[in-house]
Structure formats: C-alpha cells, structure tokens
C-alpha cells in the first residue's frame, strides 16, 4: 500500500510551463517540394511553449531569447528539426521528409539489413512496444503486436509456459518457433527478462528462416538485447507493483438451486434420495467455492540497469527481481525470479572487436494441479456441492469432507494443503565472440555459446485419510535433480561491395552445436507423522520406508553440424534479390537420412523509385515474393534404432536354488529410414507507405506444406512391439496477413494506431498411409477420443455427436425416425437431447462421430493505440480471437452428486419446457452425457490486454532535479474482456501436446490486474 500511495503521490506532481515573454517570430513551414505543412508543432526548446502552423503552414512564437532560443518543429513523416532563432523574427522553415522507417535495419540471419530493401517477411517489436508490459516473459508481450502469431498460455497459474505459433499449426508435435538471444540458438527465451529487450524480429517466411534451416520450419524469433548507451554514463529504475485477481468466476448454483438441481437428477432417474439427504427447508449453509477458493494477488517487479558506451566499447549491466502471486493457492502458486544480465564489447582498433554477453538465471516456482478434471483444486470447485461448509473443527487438515460428492473428488482446500511442490532452475546463458575486418566490407566472425541450465524439483504428500478410495497412509518424498546444457560454435565470413548501383553481399559460414542432459532422482516415505508437518523433514534421509526407490538415466549426446551461405544483392535499391542455402546433419537421424538441405530465394521491387510511379498519395510501394525450404528434427533420440530398456522382461536360472535375473526387452520398432520433416513455403506480399510516412501498409499471402511429417506410425498388432516414428503425414496452412499503421500530429497531441490481421487456414492432407487419421486426446470419464488428426481436417478437431436441439414433447421423439421409420432414440424422453443420424443408417452410433469444432481462430486481430500531450500518455492493446472454440470437459453428471453452474437453472422441467439445457437424469438412458457439441463453446473473444496511463516530467524539471527522466504510470492488464464462453477464460492453449489444445478440463484463470510503475533514470 506504501508503495501505491507513492506512485499516486507521484502523479499529483503539477506539470509547469515557462510562460515565453518579448519577441514574436514568425514564419511559415514548408516541405522539399514547396508545398506548406500545416499542423506543424512548433515548439520553444526546453519548454512547453509552442504553437501549431495553420492551413498556410503558417506560424507565429513569442521567443523569451531572440538569440540564443532554439525553435523544434516537428510532424508525422518529417524529421524532428532544432533551427536556431539567431536573432531572427521572420523564420521560414523547410522540413526533410522521414525516410527513417525505411533505412530502420532489422536484425536478419547473420546479419543485419535495411528494412527497405528487405524481401522476407520480417515483423520487428522495439523496446518502446514492450515497455509496461509486466509480465514475466518476453511472447506475453508478443501478443497482439505481430500478425500471423498466435501467443496463448498454457495455464493462468503463475510461471506457466507460453505457446507461440506462426503461421499456423504444422505438426503435431513441437510446433514452437526457433529462438535467437544474440545469435544463439536455444530452445526458449524464459530466462529473458523483458526490460533487458532492445528488440525482438519474428521471421516468418521461409525465406527469412531458412538460413536457420534445422528446426526453422516454424518460424524464427531473434531477440536482441540492450548494450551500453552512447553518451554520459545513466543509471536506471524500473518498478511495478501490481494486484491481480481472476477477471470473472463462472457462477455455480447455491444451496438451494443445488438441492432442487440433484432432486431433478435423481427424480427423473427413478431414484429415490437418501434420508439424510436436505430438503430445501433444511439447507443451514451455503458454501461458493469459487468465491472462497481465490483472493487478490500481488506481484512484484523491479530492474536496476545501468550503461555507458565509448569509441572504445560498450557496457551494459542489469539486476531484476520478479514475484508473481497465485490467486489460487495461496504461497503454493508463486513464481519467483531473480536474474542478472551482463553485456559489453571493447574495440581494440578499427579492425578487432570482441565482445561477450551473459545471462544468469534462479527461478523458483510453487505449483498447484491445473487444467486436470481429476484432481485439481478448480476442477473440485465446480463439482463440490455447496452444502458442505468448509472447515472442520476435528479434520486432520481442517477443512470438511463432503458426505455426497465422491470419486475424484475432496474438498478443493484439502486438495491444496496435501499439495507440496516446488521446483527451482538455475541458468547460465551466453557467449563471447571476435570479430575481425581486415578489408573495406570483409568482416570475420568466430562466436562461441553456452547454455547450462540446472533443475531440481521436490515434493511432500502427506499422510490422509478422507475416505476408504481417497487415501494416502503413508506420507511421501520425491525429489529429482537434472541438467542439460549445448554448445554451440559458429565461425562466418560477411563481404559487402557497392559498385555503381549495384549492390551485394555475401555471407558463408558453418555451426556446430552438441547438447546433452541427465537427470536422477529417489523417493521415501514413512517419516515420522509427528513431524510430517515440519518442511525441514521433507528429505529423503528421513525417510523410513524400505522400498525407497532411485533411478536415473543420461540422454545420448545430440550433434548438429551445419554449412550456410547468403547472396543478397540490389539494383539502385529497386531491383532486390535473395538467396540462401543450408545444409544440416543431425545425430537424431540415421545414416540413410542424416543430413537435409535448406534453400530459399526470394525477390523484391520497389516500384514507387520507377519514373513512371506517379501516384502523390503512395511515398513507398514495394513488391516481394519469396519461396523456400525449412527443416524440423524436433523427435526423440535414437528413433531410427530398436531401442531395448531395461526390467522388461524376468529370467530365472539354477537349480536347486532360482536366481531371478531381470532382462531387457524391446520397446520399439526401428526405421532406418527416418529423415527430415519439412515445410515448404510461398509468401506473396506488398509494403506501402502513404501520405509522408503518416500511414504505413503490409500485406502478405502465405501458403505453407509442412511434408514429412513426424509422427507414430501404424503398425499391425501382428508386429509384436510399439510403432516407430516415421514421416507419415503432411498439413497445409495458409492465410493472409495485413499490418496497418497511423501515425499523426494535432497540435501538442502525438497520435499512433497500428492494426493487425491475420487469417488462418488449416488441413490435414495426409496421415498416417491408408489410416487416414491419427487418433489425440480420449476423455477418460467418457471413453472417447474427442481429438484428432484427420486428412481434410484442421489438427486437433473436435469429434463428437452432433445436437438437433432438445425434445419437447414425446411426439417430438416419435418424429425423429430413421429411413426404416423406426425412432433413432427410443429410449429418449422430453427434456433429452436430439442427436443427428448423419451417416443415415437409421442407429444413433460410433458412426455418426464428426467434427463438431476446432480450437484454431479464423481470425486473430490486434489493435495498438497510443498517445502523448505535454508529457501525459496513454496507450492501450486490444487483442481479438474469432472463430475458436473451447471443448468443456470439467463437468461431471457422472458424479451423483456434483454441482452445476447456473447456466443449468435454464434445464427443461416441468415448470420451464422450453428450457435451453436438457432435463437432469442420473441413470442417462439417452446418452446426454456423451461427447457432444453440447460441450462445444465458441471461444472467441475481445480482450483490452493492457490499458497505460503515464506522465512524464518536463526535462526542466527533471534537470533541477538532476535526473534524466522520470515517468510514473499507471498499468491495467485484462481490464475487459468480450466473450460468450461461460468457463473460466476464453484464452486457452496447450499442455504441450497439439491434439490436447483448447480443451478446459479446469483451466488456471489468467487474471485481471491493476499497478503503479515508475521509470527513473540517472
């Protein structure tokens, strides 16, 4: 609360202006054509003193030194001029068109290159577009900001992992992109901290990755972080305080509806309730889980950076600290990290440069069940009947047991105090290079990386007894240690040449990367109950149990060896041309297929430098196409092998006395001839830009096969072991992407818009031989698979029964006959759902399984705002998801006598006929419960993702105050959201396994949060 009342204290700090006195200037403000500008800002350097030219461009200033004031004029499109007054009173200005945008350089493959002469499809996020984005990974401040990526997190649950998909879904494996810090290459970025970003370039077309060639088939991310500032030495502060709690909670029924609900349920079932069991009149407590099961959350987050940089070299230096709360589960959800980043490069001479960055890593994370319908706190919640209260004064935990609900099911606050977990990284991350140019345009690099990182994870289950099918009788330790860590060395030569107007350059080089991991662990039990509540007994030397167990393994050593090279040449920067070629050997291969080659090529015009571009609106017009090949060896180790394991099989040898030996058996069949997948790629697209730069557009038309690909294969039972992997399938994405930008000035207001679309388009076009499909994730509590892959279907389509709507009457079950006029439901009633017939065979069955959703969008939309007046901004992220949608499975009417939400008070009954949901029935003769679109929601949503309000002190003031800039600000994250999904949230990604995506079998919540931040620099 101190800390709030701070950051308010701060921004009641009154902005001032130095009111200008004496001399008038006037003038009038051009462009280089002669053509006036009008809504120039023209501002009195140092001051909040100006004005803005008129229709005629005109403009008028009173100056408080007429020699030695300086004018700033500024607008979209031009650059930012200081013109010195210099005694003047009549000052007439020409401003220079802003070609800044186009001569931007994004970060390439091995290189860099000016944004206007690119040909791939290359998005880039600055520093300025993460800021005040405090969340504690790096693709949460993605979100939104790029088309054609979708960022979407596995769990609301604090730590949780992120997914990134560009460009689609192409596998149904490892669909996440390739990540660069600083040029190496490592498999995910949550070491990062988002205050240490200078920028980040998402490379989506095959031309852009391809260079990268091995696992670039899902796209690139090259983030590149922040090195030492040019000028005086500074100093900097970053903080953020914030409270978050879950944006809505699904409403489940209380006492009372319950009641009437379970006698609805039993009733019609032609059961008979229990003696004990209340009636409405005897109800003495109503307990909402919900409600009682989250409270506010806080989270921390603070960074102090500091930076200088010389002719002789830079130096960048960071230390944070971030601390996530759970809204759930009090301190056994938290997230906590502490990292420390050091950059710096020193310049021997103007030939010889090395430099070196480092990343150091401690996280710690507390963790809960989630998105488990069987054991997760949420998933008790929806299901515990409101009757139970929730402590008890004799339980071994304090928490009451329900004398109704059963099965998987305890007390939701049970279910935290017997969930000890925690898990805890340590991560060393980065690398030292030389760089050497002997020659004008040749530049020698050798670049030498590491990434360790070293885990532990433990956890205590205590003893319990809650009833005869829910116990632990003796208490329980687990603990595991792992590590796994690459190297990777990189050597490459880049020459650049300008002849005339034709330019080129050249990069060659080769990489080598090994990686390898292992890991061991042992568990206990039987520690004293006397001192099982004690954390400091949680060890496995404590234990007492006979049967401890330890186990342990080491991942064969994966090599990777590559050979690249790149042309890239232009014709007076008009005509452009690209070209690359990788080629890859991988130890996850075998000999047959080891090595994959990887090109691309890719062309550009810019047609507004032709002569006989005459179109005044349109600055900039340029065309691009690319095309190429990527490659993804994301498998497991020794896959083309037949791999044996241990304990498999038991032996007994000798006589008299037997010896049992334990042998080794085979687990999988071998395919020699396993190879690369691969993913081929066209992008067709346009770049403008209209009105001096004010409006810019991108467009992009992408069509990509991914061939190859890397799945388990079919094998018949006859084989006599597990299937191998082998290239069996292939999926097409394509859709179309479109970028718009605004930018404006009126007056003192600085106005910016940037939209972003994006559409997706997903097929499964071969799997699996004649299969035809491969089968995903089978809901247990009903025995079905609900996902799959299927050729001429998005991966991961929902299966289920397709619903006609309700039975009203019995005439209604009577009319819904097959072609043998007999009813397809007999056994249905008023109230029961209709299903469809759709193979026409006259039975309601196995064969009438279809695709009843998907849990990909159509659309994905973003929307950035942002705006600045006088030192007071404002800025806002909307992110949109269209035609997703969500399988809900965390109910269970297989549970006697489980909660509802209260969308179920609509039910048919005998008071309410017309009812939206179908009447409650225990015994379920119609098959209600089966998987339907019943469960099937539309996903989409409207979310305003992050909403700032900063204000940032006149430079006057910040000069008295000897500082160099201060900014206070006030941030809200998921302030809105527009959805019709009744669930916890509409935002749902995956466990890590594509065929388990956008199914909520209890989800973690993302939550709705608001802080105070200020940015402090010295």
Not at 373 to 388: R, V
Not at 806 to 834: E, K, S, W, Y
Request: contains cysteine.
């Amino acid at each position: 609360m101190k800390r709030l009342l701070l950051f308010i204290a701060l921004f009641q700090v009154c902005s001032f202006a130095l009111l200008a006195q004496g001399v008038t200037v006037t003038g009038t403000v051009t462009d280089e054509s002669g053509e006036t500008v009008p809504g120039a800002t023209v501002l009195l350097k140092g001051t909040s003193t100006g004005t803005v030219t008129d229709i005629e461009g005109n403009y008028s200033l009173s100056v408080n030194d007429v020699n030695n004031d300086v004018l700033v004029i500024s607008f979209i499109g031009y650059q930012t001029m200081e013109v010195p007054v210099a005694g003047q009173t009549a000052l007439d200005v020409i401003m220079q068109t802003d070609v800044t945008e186009l001569e931007e350089i994004v970060v390439v493959g091995y290189g860099v290159q000016k944004k206007k002469v690119v040909t791939g499809a290359i998005a880039k996020i600055d520093a300025d577009d993460i800021k005040g984005f405090n969340v504690p990974r790096v693709e949460q401040a993605l979100q939104g900001q790029v088309s054609g990526v979708i960022v979407s997190s596995g769990s609301g649950q604090p730590g949780s992992n992120q997914t990134i998909l560009i460009r689609g879904v192409s596998t149904n494996g490892d669909n996440s992109p390739l990540y660069l810090v600083d040029g190496l290459v490592t498999d995910n970025i949550a070491n990062l901290n988002p205050s240490d970003i200078k920028s980040v370039e998402v490379l989506k077309d095959a031309a852009s990755t391809a260079i990268y060639g091995a696992r670039g088939a899902n796209g690139v991310i090259i983030v590149t972080t922040k090195k030492g500032a040019v000028g005086k030495p500074t100093f900097s502060y970053d903080g953020f305080v914030s409270s978050a709690s879950p944006w809505r909670l699904p409403t489940m029924m209380n006492s009372e509806e319950y009641v009437s609900a379970i006698e609805d349920k039993i009733l019609n079932a032609g059961l008979t309730l229990p003696d004990n069991f209340p009636t409405t009149a005897e109800i003495t407590n109503s307990t909402d889980w919900m409600d009682e099961l989250v409270e506010p959350a806080v989270t921390h987050n603070h960074q102090f950076s500091a930076s200088k940089s010389t002719e002789g070299g830079s130096v960048y230096f960071s230390v944070g600290y971030f601390d996530q709360e759970g809204v759930i589960g009090g301190d056994k959800s938290n997230y906590r990290r502490y990292n420390a980043r050091l950059n710096s490069d020193y310049k021997f001479n103007d030939a010889i440069t090395i430099g070196q960055t480092l990343s150091v890593l401690h996280d710690e994370r507390q963790s809960i069940p989630e998105n488990n319908a069987f054991g997760s706190p949420l998933a008790d919640a929806f299901n515990y009947d409101p009757l139970t209260p929730i402590t008890s004064d004799t339980a071994k935990f304090g928490f009451e047991q329900s004398p109704w609900v059963e099965k998987e099911y305890i007390n939701p606050f049970n279910r935290i105090a017997i969930q000890n977990y925690e898990a805890q990284t340590n991560r060393a991350q980065g690398n030292v290079y030389l760089t050497v140019s002997p020659i004008e345009g040749l530049t020698l690099k050798s670049d030498f990386g590491l990434d360790y990182s070293f885990s532990n994870q433990s956890s205590f289950t205590p003893s319990y007894y809650f009833r005869n099918t829910f116990q632990n009788p003796i208490n329980d330790v687990f603990r595991e240690n792992s590590q796994a860590g690459f190297w990777r060395w990189e050597n490459y030569a880049s020459y650049t040449k300008k002849i005339n107007q034709h330019n080129a350059s050249i990069v060659v080089g080769t990489s080598r990367r090994k990686e390898s991991s292992r890991w061991e662990g042992s568990t206990t039990g039987s520690i004293p109950l006397e001192v099982e509540d004690d954390p400091n007994w949680w060890y496995l030397s404590a234990g007492q149990d006979s049967l401890d167990l330890t186990y342990g393994a080491a991942a064969p050593v994966r090599s990777l060896i590559s050979y690249f090279a790149r042309l890239q040449y232009d014709f007076k920067e008009t005509y452009l041309f690209t070209a690359t070629f990788r080629r890859d050997g991988s130890s996850k291969f075998g000999p047959n297929n080891r090595y994959g080659n990887f090109p691309s090529f890719s062309a550009g015009w810019i047609v507004s430098n032709e002569g006989f571009w005459d179109v005044p609106v349109v600055d900039f017009f340029k065309l691009r196409a690319s095309w190429g090949r990527n490659g993804n060896d994301r498998i497991g180790d020794l896959q083309f092998s037949a791999r044996v394991t241990p304990g498999g099989r038991v032996y007994a040898f000798g006589e008299p006395n037997t010896t049992v030996f334990f042998g080794v058996s085979p687990v999988q069949i071998s395919n020699p001839n396993i190879q690369w997948e691969e993913s081929e790629q066209l992008d067709i697209g346009f770049e403008a830009h209209l009105w001096k730069s004010k409006v810019t557009v991108e467009f992009d038309y992408y069509n990509k096969e991914t061939i190859g690909l890397l799945a388990t294969s079919f094998v018949p039972d006859i084989a006599g072991n597990d299937p191998p992997i082998a290239n069996i399938g292939s999926v097409l994405n394509s859709g179309y992407e479109m970028s718009i930008s605004y930018r404006e000035s009126f007056g003192n207001v600085n106005f910016g818009a940037t939209f972003n679309a994006s559409t997706f388009n997903n097929e499964v076009t071969d799997v699996n031989g004649a299969q035809g499909v491969q089968n995903g994730y089978s809901w247990p509590v009903r025995n079905q698979t609900i996902t799959n892959m299927e050729v001429g279907q998005p991966i991961g389509q929902f299966l289920g029964y397709t619903t006609l709507g309700i039975f009203r009457t019995q005439n209604d079950v009577f009319a819904h006959i097959g072609p043998n006029g007999l009813p397809l439901q007999p056994n249905a009633a008023p109230g029961d759902l209709i299903f469809a017939d759709l193979n026409n065979d006259g039975v309601i069955d196995a064969g009438d399984i279809g695709n009843i959703g998907k849990p990909w969008p159509d659309f994905i939309l973003g929307l950035n705002l942002n705006a600045d007046y006088k030192g007071f901004d404002v800025r806002m992220l909307l992110t949109a998801n269209i035609g997703n949608d969500i399988y809900k499975t965390y109910e269970r009417q297989d549970v006697l006598y489980n909660n509802f939400q209260d969308t179920w008070l609509d039910r048919v009954t005998e008071d309410n006929p017309n009812g939206s949901y179908p009447r409650l029935i225990a015994s379920d003769p119609n098959g209600n419960q089966r998987p339907s679109d019943f469960y099937v929601e539309d996903a989409s949503f409207m979310r305003i993702k992050n909403l700032q309000v900063g204000y940032t002190i006149p430079n006057t003031l910040a000069e008295s105050l000897k500082i160099q800039r201060l900014r206070v600000y006030m941030a809200f994250d998921n302030i809105l959201t527009l959805t019709g999904y009744t669930g916890f949230d509409p935002e749902i990604g995956t466990s890590g396994w594509i065929l388990d995506t956008g199914i909520d079998k209890g989800f973690y919540p993302q939550n709705r949060s608001i802080g105070a931040g200020i940015n402090l620099t010295f």
